[in-house]
Structures are given as structure tokens and as C-alpha cells.
């Protein structure tokens, strides 16, 4: 489960502070000391127990203009713009999450605030909890490099517990290892958090799984370059046809092999021209295209 950090200081600071020091350590989540120093000014801020409504209201108002409120879904509120370091890029952002009594949970479902999907990350934070009991996790692990990401492909997550983001509870989610299905809190709460961006994370997939049979279900995280690639080659391009051929055939991503292949198979003229492509792809070398391809050659 994600590594708790305990951090006792009962300092505060407002968010500025917190930002440029958080920014100057140029916090890296793989560094243990890096790590714990964030986490120390990650503590201290939400020690500050009026920074968010403070800003809240000053939004609600009309006072501040301009900034960016949401990232990652409807809860998320962006608290610092995106500082680059040598080891990536960091922000802070806080998250509401609602009770299940709660009128925006009640019109918006409990999808929308991602509670009873489980998932990891292909990125790690920081986190904390600020306001409320926090909302609850059942925890998992598993091992990234065994798995390629096709439908249906197990695996083999690990319970590793249950618990809740109370109020002063740091912890820190580990990229590509820690699981975790959310449950609602018992009442409204908010979590405060550090993210570190990886420049490589647009290339390292975030799953969804099936907790009851062990599995992958699909691919959570959003690529560009996949949307870029098939609407080139749905255009007709010769050029963008034979890129799409190299993608297929040599792109360490096994992902973006994948997608070269669904696009092609879209413009093919008939359907043994979309099975010989399938049939190609079979013998592509990547356990994930080999998988769906055997799924979609009829």
C-alpha cells in the first residue's frame, strides 16, 4: 500500500511558501530524503486550516481571474502552476470528495469522483488529508513489468489492506505499484497533494483492473500521440500510412504499435486485406498486440 510518512511539525504555511519550497527541493518521489522533505512541506500547509477556503472564495468572488481550477476530473482544484526541475516537473492541487449523502454525489454518480474503480497510477504523489475523514481505499499491489495491458490479462494483485486519508495523514502513492479501489468518506472531505511529472509519463500506461477476477480491464490513461496517429491515417496520407508502418513495426510502445495497427486496419478495403494486417500484427514481438490481434482477425 502507499508509504505512510510520519511527520509530526505543527508549523504552518501558507501556499507560496509551500510552493517554492517544495520547487526548490526539486522533490523527486524515487529520492527517500527528497521524499521526506516535501512531505515536511506538504505537513505545514495543511497545518494552514483557512489557505483553501481563503482561495475558494476569492475564485467564488471574481477575485482571482484567470487561474486554472480543475485537472483530472471534476473535484480537482490546481493550486500551483507546473515548476520544472532537473528530476520533472511538480504541481499542487487540492480534491473534494463527497459523501454519498452529498447533493453533487447524488447528480454525478459515483464514477465521475472515481470511487469503485480500481487503479493505479502511472505518475506519484504526495498526499494528504485536510479536511473531513477522508475518503477510504482498499489497498492492492502488483508488479508493472509482468503486465502488457490487454483486456482481460491477469494481474496477480496483492491485498495489502484497508484504510482511510484522515485529517494529517501523509502518504506517499508510488507509481506503478500501489492499487487502490476509493470508497466514498463518510462525509465531505478533501485531500491536499504534491504530483510529480515524469517527462516519460505520457509512455507508461495507468490500468483500471477487475478486483474480483484479478485482472486488467483497460488502459486509463490518455495518449495524444494515438489520437494524432489514427486521424492521420484515417485522412488517407500516403506519408501518414508509412509512418504508421514504422510505428507498427519498431515503436518501443507497445501501445502506440497497437493503435498503428487499429488505424490501418480502418482504411482496409476489405475484410481479408484487415485480416492479412491482424495476421502481420501476430508476429509484431509485443505480447499485448499479439494478444488483441489473435481477438480481432476473424
Not at 112 to 125: E, K, L, M, Q, S
Not at 147 to 168: I, K, M, Q, W
Not at 200 to 205: C, L, N
Request: glycine residues 8%; proline residues 6%.
Amino acid at each position: 500500500m502507499p508509504q505512510v510518512i510520519h511527520n509530526l511539525c505543527e508549523k504552518s504555511c501558507s501556499l507560496p511558501e509551500a510552493t517554492e519550497a517544495i520547487a526548490a527541493l526539486d522533490f523527486d518521489p524515487r529520492d527517500a530524503e527528497s521524499t521526506a522533505k516535501a512531505a515536511h512541506w506538504l505537513r505545514r500547509l495543511s497545518n494552514n486550516r483557512t489557505f483553501l477556503a481563503d482561495r475558494l472564495i476569492d475564485r467564488l468572488s471574481g477575485r482571482s481571474v484567470g487561474e486554472p481550477t480543475s485537472a483530472y476530473g471534476p473535484q480537482a482544484i490546481i493550486l500551483s502552476p507546473l515548476r520544472t526541475g532537473a528530476r520533472g516537473g511538480i504541481f499542487l492541487r487540492a480534491n473534494i470528495w463527497p459523501a454519498e449523502h452529498d447533493l453533487c454525489f447524488q447528480n454525478s454518480g459515483a464514477k465521475t469522483f472515481v470511487y469503485g474503480i480500481p487503479h493505479d497510477h502511472n505518475f506519484a504523489f504526495l498526499t494528504s488529508g485536510y479536511l473531513g475523514p477522508g475518503y477510504r481505499s482498499d489497498y492492492y499491489t502488483y508488479d508493472y513489468a509482468q503486465v502488457t495491458g490487454y483486456p482481460g490479462e491477469p494481474a496477480d494483485l496483492r491485498f495489502a489492506g484497508r484504510s482511510a486519508l484522515e485529517e494529517g495523514k501523509l502518504m506517499l502513492y508510488r507509481a506503478h505499484l500501489d492499487v487502490h479501489s476509493q470508497l466514498p468518506p463518510s462525509s465531505l472531505s478533501v485531500s491536499l497533494n504534491v504530483m510529480h511529472v515524469d517527462p516519460a509519463q505520457p509512455w507508461h500506461d495507468q490500468y483500471g483492473f477487475d478486483l474480483d477476477n484479478g485482472e486488467v480491464t483497460r488502459v486509463l490513461s490518455p495518449n495524444a500521440t494515438e489520437v494524432f496517429l489514427r486521424t492521420a491515417v484515417a485522412s488517407g496520407s500516403q506519408e501518414a500510412e508509412d509512418f504508421a508502418q514504422w510505428v507498427g513495426a519498431t515503436h518501443p510502445s507497445e501501445r502506440l504499435r497497437l493503435a498503428s495497427f487499429e488505424a490501418r486496419a480502418g482504411r482496409a478495403s476489405d475484410q481479408q486485406a484487415r485480416d492479412d494486417l491482424w495476421r502481420e500484427a501476430e508476429r509484431n514481438g509485443s505480447r499485448m498486440v499479439t494478444t488483441i490481434a489473435r481477438e480481432r482477425r476473424v
